[in-house]
T-cell receptor
């Protein structure tokens, strides 16, 4: 059974600092997603990572995928308050289901 | 991309009643998914709805409690039956993108409170 684990679950950062959120998964998959959820809102797609070594960047966020280690990272550079949200990774299972991690609640403080 | 309209956006319901949530997509999609997000929790897949066949339910979810309809390739409904306060959650529908299916898109969600 595919399991997806994120850490940390809660992250309080100061503006301007860098940090990384980790996403580990238990079985082979060829597709990993990162989503952002603001309080009371639905999920916004950030990145789709399709292959080993894939790296994607958008603004202050950069996501990478290591399929051999079954690990994805979401790196935050020079955090700003607008990045405060909950971030989810999700992995596509062999039967086409999207399995979500627990989410990382990020709070960026001045 | 796919645009998903979900309604109602929120509702407050009495124990023992049922609520039907509608999900409309702006393009034809093979599979539609229904998720539940309990307060402060991650998303859990309830079922996968395929047009022309019965929905496939995940462990812990049953058709009598969460009947699903999928009458065509752009529409689906999820009913939460005989509700109890434990059913208070956000319910989201989702579809895979039509361009190679790389991205899974989500509706805005239905915020359900059961008193």
């Amino acid at each position: 059974e595919l399991k997806v684990e994120q850490n940390p679950l809660f992250l309080s950062m100061q503006e301007g600092k860098n940090y990384t959120i980790y996403c580990n998964y238990s079985t082979t998959s060829d597709r990993l997603y990162w989503y952002r959820q603001d309080p009371g809102k639905s999920l916004e797609s950030l990145f789709v990572l399709l292959s080993n070594g894939a790296v994607k960047q958008e603004g202050r966020l950069m996501a990478s995928l290591d399929t051999k280690a079954r690990l994805s990272t979401l790196h935050i550079t020079a955090a700003v308050h607008d990045l405060s949200a909950t971030y989810f990774c999700a992995v596509l299972s062999a039967v086409g289901k999207l399995i979500f991690g627990q989410g990382t609640e990020l709070s960026v403080k001045p | 991309s796919a645009v998903i309209s979900q309604k109602p956006s929120r509702d407050i319901c009495q124990r023992g009643t049922s609520l039907t949530i509608q999900c409309q997509v702006d393009s034809q999609v093979t599979m539609m998914f229904w998720y539940r997000q309990q307060p402060g929790q991650s998303l859990t897949l309830i079922a996968t709805a395929n047009q022309g066949s019965e929905a496939t339910y995940e462990s812990g979810f049953v058709i009598d409690k969460f009947p699903i309809s999928r009458p065509n390739l752009t529409f689906s409904t999820l009913t939460v039956s005989n509700m109890s306060p434990e059913d208070s959650s956000i319910y989201l529908c989702s579809v895979a993108g039509t361009s190679g299916g790389d991205i899974q898109y989500f509706g805005a969600g239905t915020r359900l409170s059961v008193l």
